[in-house]
């Protein structure tokens, strides 16, 4: 996606009276902008200063607005009176606005720039603060109908600060390149990602920004996507919560939340490689994402709580988690509830370090409800838990193969279920036990495990009609079909 890039000569915009300064702002200078030009793009310039705004102002195609290139600091711009928008975008093409300051004045104006229909915009280096009104945005972008749409928008290098929600993505809208912003202290998401019951693929990459937000008075996760919304990427950006956890928020949110559209949604929404620390709630919570979301590559740091997950997901269909690490969670690390025909791959999860502290970490990977059916869980790394690795609830056709448990509450315990596969794991040094299947499993296969030096007992099998074959271990508990050979660690 390329930049705007206009050579047009400067066009200084002058004010009929005030003094520049927040008491008595420059005001009467609006009718400069709001006027077309016949001989095509016109750049205005702006002395470094407040500028009062008393209505909503038109921006017309072609239009460039920045700081005056031969003073020093930039102008601001601040509403007069209660508004919609401070700046407006409607029908209007190669529009840049660059180095400029906008002021909400605790939500006296709704939205900074409001864009309702265009293309070829460009946000660079801009400041948005204070929008704090609780149906606004800092940046508003909303396409009015199919034939009146927002296409080829980059917002770059700007500055959001304090208020409700940063940038609000509607419907009718595409082709969105949001990249090395800064997302300071919002209540409610830095952005949302809001289809309005239609569906809508947006082609938004959204990488390499930073969000902060230590506040505990929250309205919801740091970046929200809506149901119906496809064509997302989340991609290197930084996403920290609170540095203390002293004084518990009013509500658990996530840092990004994803509302699928079910099964039916198959086109990609992936969250890969973003780094998430101390969030007060889960990291990455998904609901009823279908096959093409992708959660994979991410480092996560002390998220989640006692009741949510660093990584939650509910109701999910056809969806990877793959490659996340994910160290001290607060409760459990990776937990599925309903999902079905989903794979958990190759991820690392880590407690504390620390020999003389308490372990936290409810948890490993956690299977729940009685809707899961053919989930996988493969190859994943797990060690430092007060809880189980692996803990299967509920759920059939579950695979649990080729698994690391080391140094955990239990290694893998499975307390329900049916068609379990349980194959090629390692567990060690687990202290209240290696693998354990309870009674209440019908029907599986135990084999080719690898567990030794585990705490009461390495293998334990009460499940009905599950075969157990080939499993090296050194103390046994009660393991139906094997002989006191295939129990003995000496035969690896």
Not at 197 to 213: E, Q, S
Not at 412 to 420: A, E, F, K, Q, W
Request: net charge negative.
């Amino acid at each position: 996606m390329s930049t705007t890039s206009l050579a047009v000569q400067p066009l200084p915009v002058h004010a009929r009276s005030g003094c520049g300064t927040l008491e008595s702002p420059w005001t009467g200078w609006e009718d400069q902008l709001e006027a077309p030009s016949a001989s095509g793009p016109v750049e205005f310039t702006f002395e470094a200063g407040c500028w009062g705004v008393s209505r909503p102002i038109r921006l017309h195609g072609g239009t460039v607005l920045r700081p005056d290139p031969t003073g020093t600091g930039r102008p601001w711009f601040l509403p007069l009176e209660e508004m919609d928008a401070i700046f407006r975008i409607d029908g209007a093409h190669l529009v840049t606005l660059t180095g400029l300051c906008f002021h909400g004045r605790g939500g006296k104006s709704r939205h900074g720039l409001f864009v309702r229909a265009g293309t070829r915009l460009q946000v660079d280096g801009c400041r948005f603060g204070d929008f704090a009104h609780p149906d606004g945005a800092a940046l508003r972008i909303c396409g009015e109908s199919e034939d009146r749409y927002v296409r080829g928008v980059v917002i770059q290098s700007c500055h959001f600060v304090n208020g409700t929600v940063g940038v609000r993505l509607d419907s009718h809208l595409s082709d969105l390149l949001v990249t090395d912003n800064r997302f300071d202290e919002f209540r409610g998401p830095c952005v949302q990602v809001d289809p309005h019951d239609h569906w809508v693929d947006y082609g938004l990459i959204f990488v390499k920004n930073r969000v902060t937000a230590s506040g505990k008075d929250r309205v919801g996760p740091m970046f929200l996507v809506g149901p119906g919304a496809e064509g997302i990427r989340i991609a290197d950006n930084d996403l920290s919560g609170p540095d203390s956890s002293d004084a518990p928020a009013q509500e658990e949110w996530s840092a990004i939340e994803v509302r699928g559209g079910g099964p039916r949604s198959r086109r990609r929404v992936e969250v890969l490689s973003n780094r998430l620390v101390g969030v007060a709630g889960p990291a990455v919570s998904a609901r009823q994402c279908g096959p093409g979301f992708l959660l994979a590559g991410n480092h996560i740091t002390a998220c989640g709580t006692a009741e949510s997950a660093a990584l939650e997901l509910t109701a999910c269909h056809g969806v990877l988690v793959e490659d996340n690490e994910i160290e001290e969670p607060i409760g459990a690390a990776i937990r599925t509830v309903d999902c079905a025909v989903s794979r958990v791959n190759a991820n690392e999860i880590r407690g504390l370090a620390e020999s003389n502290s308490p372990r936290g970490g409810a948890g490993g990977v956690v299977v729940k409800g009685r809707g899961t059916r053919r989930l996988r869980i493969t190859d994943n790394r797990i060690s430092g838990l007060r809880a189980p690795g692996v803990l299967v609830e509920r759920g059939t056709g579950i695979r649990v193969v080729g698994n690391e448990v080391h140094d955990c509450g239990e290694g893998i315990r499975v307390s329900g279920g049916r068609n379990l596969l349980v194959v090629g794991n390692d567990c060690r040094d687990n202290g209240g036990g290696g693998i354990r299947v309870d009674e209440p499993v019908i029907r599986g296969l135990v084999a080719l495990n690898y567990a030794i030096l585990n705490g009461p007992v390495d293998l334990e099998v009460l499940g009905q009609r599950i075969s157990c074959d080939r499993n090296k271990v050194d103390q046994a508990g009660t393991i139906p079909g094997e002989s006191p050979l295939d129990r003995s660690a000496d035969m690896v």
